[in-house]
């Protein structure tokens, strides 16, 4: 009895280990992705749309909560310095929240990021992942990096109108974006998820997006305006007319430019996106890949889980 006894107040007592905390994390996430069968939409917040996130305007009403990271690189792997204002790299962490309302053909959104701005992760990712073990390239030098705490607030209001009778295609909003960094007023118009002739699985995407900007502490120099082109393609199973359970979306984006070289001319910018969708959650990655500069606005990435959908798995 006395050995019993020994045993069982050993393992109440011990500590959950790492190994613990894996499984409990893989158990979550098999738990939330076993839901509802529809794709979680996100908006992640500035600056990422001008690091080539996808900004298109949720559909669907959501409330979406995690982590979003964003990289600005001073020197490539040769060690020459973007040609910009900003004399240092950058490495924004926020955490994210974003808020979805639709009334009738009206959708709101308030999106939220703040959070410590670093040299690590993002350096890890970017020197020791990608370059070291993917690319077997050199680690990019880093220089004076910003140490702070930074936050950005969005909030937006978008009309959704029908496209060839298909409702909830087509959009046109204004929306702001404010903060630490930068401050932007902006205007978008698009399609999105336009249903593509007999190919009843894949969906296109499109958006113009103009914006006003202004400094803000963290970029005391961007650029007046900014001209804004996004396109991208999605496959899922869009048979049933509502969302699918799992969606892969593949996008490219050019951006007149954030920020300005020494003269105040814009310097223009072009990225390549992929996201993937599931139920309760949104993984999504940006890359400079197509201009494959390495430099300024370089990658970002954002991991989402919608908070309606695991409210749904505990009622």
């Known amino acids: 009895m006395d050995g019993t006894v020994v045993v069982k107040v050993e393992r109440r007592g011990s500590p959950v280990g790492w190994n613990g905390a894996v499984r409990l994390g893989l158990w979550l996430c098999l738990f939330i992705l076993l839901g509802r069968p529809a794709v979680s939409p996100a908006e992640t ?22 982590f979003t990271m964003n990289r600005f690189t001073q020197f490539n792997v040769k060690g020459e310095a973007y040609p910009s204002t900003i004399d240092e790299t950058i490495g924004l962490n926020f955490a994210t929240l974003s808020w979805t309302e639709r009334i009738g053909k009206w959708g709101t959104n308030l999106t939220v990021g703040a959070g410590p701005t670093s040299d690590q992760p993002s350096r890890f990712l970017q020197n020791d992942f990608a370059h070291r073990k993917i690319l077997h390239q050199e680690p990019i030098p880093v220089g004076q990096t910003r140490e702070t705490t930074d936050a950005m607030v969005g909030g937006s209001v978008t009309y959704w109108g029908e496209w060839l009778n298909v409702p909830d295609v087509g959009f046109v909003g204004l929306g702001i974006d404010s903060g630490t960094l930068y401050h932007e007023a902006y205007a978008r118009i698009g399609l999105r998820r336009a249903p593509v002739p007999f190919v009843p699985f894949m969906r296109v995407s499109a958006m113009g997006r103009y914006g006003q900007l202004a400094p803000g502490s963290g970029f005391q120099q961007v650029a007046g305006q900014s001209y804004l082109g996004q396109v991208s393609l999605s496959i899922g199973d869009y048979r049933s007319g509502s969302p699918p359970r799992w969606e892969l979306e593949v996008g490219a984006s050019i951006d007149s430019g954030l920020f300005v070289d020494r003269r105040g001319n814009s310097i223009e910018q072009t990225y390549g996106t992929i996201a993937l969708r599931g139920p309760g959650i949104h993984i999504e990655l940006w890359d400079d890949v197509i201009a494959d500069k390495d430099q300024g606005p370089t990658f970002g990435t954002t991991i989402l889980i919608d908070l309606f959908h695991v409210i749904e798995l505990f009622r």
């Open 45 to 66: 917040p500035a600056p990422s749309v001008h690091w080539g996130a996808l900004a298109y305007p949720d559909q669907q009403r959501t409330l979406s909560t995690g």
